[in-house]
């Protein structure tokens, strides 16, 4: 969080391995963000609904409800379908981070992602929203 702001943002990580929430997490904490966790899609929806995030980073790659049900869902939701989404995944395919794009997300980080290149994303989407 940037020196001078009163409120704390929060942001939803989404991913179904623990051990990536738990880098996520400790990085985003580190920067001064609450975090909220979920480790699918479904938890996803029900977190979100509870905890009214200020940003989302969402898996694609989850069994089940992947990535873009997930987005899909939480769009549909009144309050909610403005959130930002920055799309996290292993996957570096071109059409996979259009696929993202498309979906709504405003960015897309490509896994294991660079600590750095994670707070900026994050301080971006939450400065313009």
Known sequence: MRSGESVQKTVLVVDDYDEMRLVTRRALESFGYHVLEAAS????VEVAQAGSPDLILMDLSMPAMDGFATIYQLHRLLGLRD?????VSAHT?????EDALAAGCRDFITKPFHVEKLRAAVERLLASS
């Open 93 to 97: 395919a071109r059409e996979i981070r």
């Open 41 to 44: 899609g479904a938890e996803a």
């Open 83 to 87: 959130v930002p989404v920055i799309a």
